[in-house]
């Protein structure tokens, strides 16, 4: 059916109630908004500004019950008439952490009954199967997080499709236990990665109606999101089901942990829970704040462990793990191995990425030079000295200004380095940027000149503008607009042909061994070469703690 048919007053009034959608104030009383068939049903949602909405669709079925800590069950059931989709649908069970940045609502928050959700942004113009697909994986560590993204103002200025997925998150996504590899060996952990890949797959039934093209689908995400992005990239099971991949600082060189690792831990949750002998339906009963608090909050943003306050470097920074079956191999060596889909690239990060995490974790900036060797030599251990003088004091205005430079090229550029290299150097395309600006409202906890922080781009990708509440910063003025239009040009042109340029946009070439990038400021954009004296030192920490035996 067109998507774009309208019904009439009365028949929007008669299928509200219908399925388990209920009313919204997005849609005028007298006129209900376009719809859409998929494979569970019809979905109506609303239009705004000549994009069409769809917020809340169920891809699979609920993961309660007997379905949590199993892969998504897709197909998502049936339901009778329409459903509505104007309002966004619960997001994952989740710690409040960086979601007081956006929502003021208590210390846990999210719905397990629900979650397994998808929003859609589509140009009204779309005819099916018309435009190219960005589908939107968000960060947080894998812990937090939601698909509640302004993505009509990409869809507009792109001329794309946006899709934003909800995933299970901390525990319920991560969970392992000897009981459930023996339940299900084949997916023993990574359920929400599953969630993550089943979205994809609803994609690849469902978007042809919402003028979505099947064949032209670009993965784009931030932070864990990014991680996501390029583990779908080494995915064998993921084959065919995208076409280009962004990677908006995915950390893909953190150490993670392994089956063995998790089950370990989540048989020490188990044993925190007295759940006894009839271990499994006890955890599937143990509600979702308690399991995460047994379980723990892997991570870096969550508690520090990988900052320095906490000697081990091996310290994993993320929750997912290498499980054999799922994640297969940790996949920074997938791509150096050549065990990666050949598509095209972009990947990047940001200039002053770390400012955010001595914000938001326990790390603190060394008070001297001779604390920051010290604090140096006691993360990295034989690398320390290296680093100390790939990062000299000297060279900064301040201790904490190298301290961040140390950081954000650990966790973020040289891993873009690294991954750019393995990819280039096998024949693959790659495009790498860094980001170099602040938004004119950035992050309110932040300190007064934050510089280029983690999170720092998302409101030039997905243009959120001072009035629009579902981002913690907001862009304002000609110098954003303009740093604004050029990024979603370059993003939407790649998920188009997969290359970023085009019309008057400020030549971007692809990376070579020279290591060329685009850094992205307000007032220009610049190619460089290189990669300054640190990342070869962390090529080699990398290679360290991944041949860790874990």
Sequence with gaps: MDRRTYLGALGGASVFGAGSGVGSANATWW???????????????????????????????????????????????????TRDATEFGPRAPQPLLLTT?????????????????????APEDAEPGDKPVMYWIHGGGYNFGSNRFPGGALAEAGDVVVVAVNYRLNALGFFAHPEISAENPSTPTNFGYLDIRAGLEWVQRNVEGFGGDPDNVTIFGESAGGHAVLTLLTDPEAEGLFHRAISQSGPINEPLYSLSELETRGTEAAAELDCGDDTLACLRDTDPETLAE????????????????????????????????????????SIENGEFHDVPVLLGGNAEEYQFFLEFTDDTVPESEAAYRDRL??????FGDRLVDAYPVSDYDSIEAAYIDVNTDDFFLCSDVAVTDAITSQGGTAYRYVFDDTPTIPVTLLSEDPGAYHTAELSYVFG???????????????????????????????????????????E??????????????????????????????????????????R
């Excluded at 030599?377 to 034989?382: H, K, N, S, V």
Aim: aromatic share 8%.
């Design 464 to 506: 959120a503008t001072v009035t629009q509440q579902k981002l913690p910063t907001g862009i304002n003025g000609p110098g954003d607009w303009e740093l604004r239009d050029r990024m979603q040009g370059y993003w939407s042109n790649f998920a188009a042909t997969g290359d970023p340029n085009g019309g008057s946009l400020p």
């Design 377 to 382: 030599q006691r993360i990295y251990g034989d």
């Design 101 to 121: 940045l956006i929502d003021s609502v208590g210390e846990f928050v999210g719905e397990e009954d629900g979650c397994l959700n998808l929003n859609v942004w």
């Design 31 to 81: 006129f209900s908004g376009p719809t859409v068939e998929t494979e569970s049903g019809t979905v109506e949602g609303y239009e705004d500004d000549g994009i069409e909405v769809f917020e809340g669709i169920p891809y699979a079925h609920q993961p309660v019950g007997e379905r949590r800590f199993r892969p998504p069950e897709t197909p998502a059931p049936s339901w009778d008439g």
């Design 508 to 549: 971007w070439p692809a990376a070579n061994q020279n290591q060329r990038r685009v850094r992205l400021q307000e007032e220009s954009v610049t190619v460089e070469t290189g990669t300054g004296d640190g990342c070869p030192v962390f090529r080699d920490v990398y290679d360290r703690l991944r041949s860790i035996d």
């Design 294 to 333: 047994a379980y723990g909050v892997a991570g870096a943003i969550a508690s520090g462990a990988t900052s320095g306050q906490t000697p081990p470097v091996e310290q994993p920074a993320l929750i997912i793990g290498v499980d054999g079956e799922v994640v297969r191999d940790h996949p920074a060596t």
